[in-house]
């Protein structure tokens, strides 16, 4: 049988003969199953997969900071914009607080300058819910305080509650002043204090160049609320310092530095390695320094 079919014409194959199939046709040859993945392929995929993570998730935190540093640029602008409306309305900055409460002192308002801002920054129904004829902390005010306002809030700074001792946070300060070459130990140098507003032609160093308003973005406790009147900071050591953290400073969770909003509406990024003299100037509103915008990061 076998001799018989090596002498068939080449036409005419084994194939075709024993499965009926047409003389001449074409067949194809499949090839044998493939086995399941190798250890060492497995492997190999895994290790390829890993190193390309690694790659990756730096520059996805990286972009996601660089989304939320943006966020709160603008959280500055807008509040930035309501100083100005404020500005426009009264001829004045508002106050950094009202009626400072000593120690033990109850009846004192000590109401802050991001509460009277309401109106200016879009926010007049919260407004209308408080009572600023009365202290921060009274009943008639809890639930108007307790409103959770975005715009006061640093996108990076993640909370369990934005609500601290039942009232809404605020991460950002207005600027009392500076105390960082100590040579006056209640300065009040800024353009937010306790004792009168302070109008932009008070603010003889420039407007383009001092300091309104700034983070203090960090997970600290405090009594960090925008209804409270000890929302000011007045700066004694360098940005992003973290061996005071009793007192209100320039600090933030952006990397290298904090958001800062200057009294003309523009908001620069403060670098922490801003140099001590610098910062200190740019912080007062007539300590007759010279410092430029270009002299800002």
Not at 52 to 65: G, S
Not at 206 to 225: D, F, H, R
Not at 250 to 255: A, C, K, M, Q, V
Request: glycine share 8%; proline share 7%; charged share 15%.
């Amino acid at each position: 049988m076998d001799s018989w079919i090596r002498h068939l014409p080449r036409s005419v194959c084994a194939h075709c003969l024993t499965t009926g199939a047409p003389a001449g046709s074409r067949h194809r040859r499949h090839p044998p199953a493939r086995s399941a993945f190798t250890l060492l392929e497995m492997l190999v995929v895994a290790a390829i997969s890993a190193t390309l993570l690694a790659l990756l998730l730096p520059a996805v935190d990286a972009a996601r900071e660089a989304s939320r540093r943006t966020g709160c640029t603008n959280n500055l602008h807008q509040i930035g914009v309501g100083l100005r409306l404020y500005h426009d309305a009264r001829a004045t900055f508002p106050q950094g607080g009202i009626e400072w409460r000593p120690y033990r002192n109850t009846t004192n308002r000590q109401l802050a300058w991001s509460a009277f801002l309401l109106p200016f920054i879009e926010q007049q129904t919260v407004y209308d819910m408080l009572d600023l004829s009365t202290p921060f902390d009274s009943p008639q005010n809890a639930a108007g305080a307790a409103v959770v306002l975005p715009v006061y809030l640093c996108p990076s700074l993640s909370r369990d509650s934005n609500l601290v001792s039942g009232l809404a946070a605020c991460d950002y300060g207005g600027n009392f002043g500076e105390s960082i070459d100590r040579k006056d130990p209640n300065p009040g140098n800024g353009t937010m204090n306790y004792s009168w507003p302070i109008s932009i032609h008070m603010i003889t160093d420039g407007a383009s160049s001092t300091l309104i308003v700034s983070e203090n973005s960090v997970p600290l406790p405090g009594p960090w609320q925008w209804i409270n009147g000890l929302n000011i900071f007045d700066q004694s050591g360098a940005i992003n310092d973290m061996s005071d953290l009793i007192d209100d400073e320039i600090r933030s969770l952006h990397p290298g530095g904090a958001n800062g909003l200057f009294a003309d509406g523009s908001v620069h990024f403060l670098e922490e390695n801003l140099d001590l003299p610098t910062l200190a100037a740019i912080c007062t509103r007539a300590g007759g320094e010279v410092v430029g915008p270009i002299d800002l990061p």
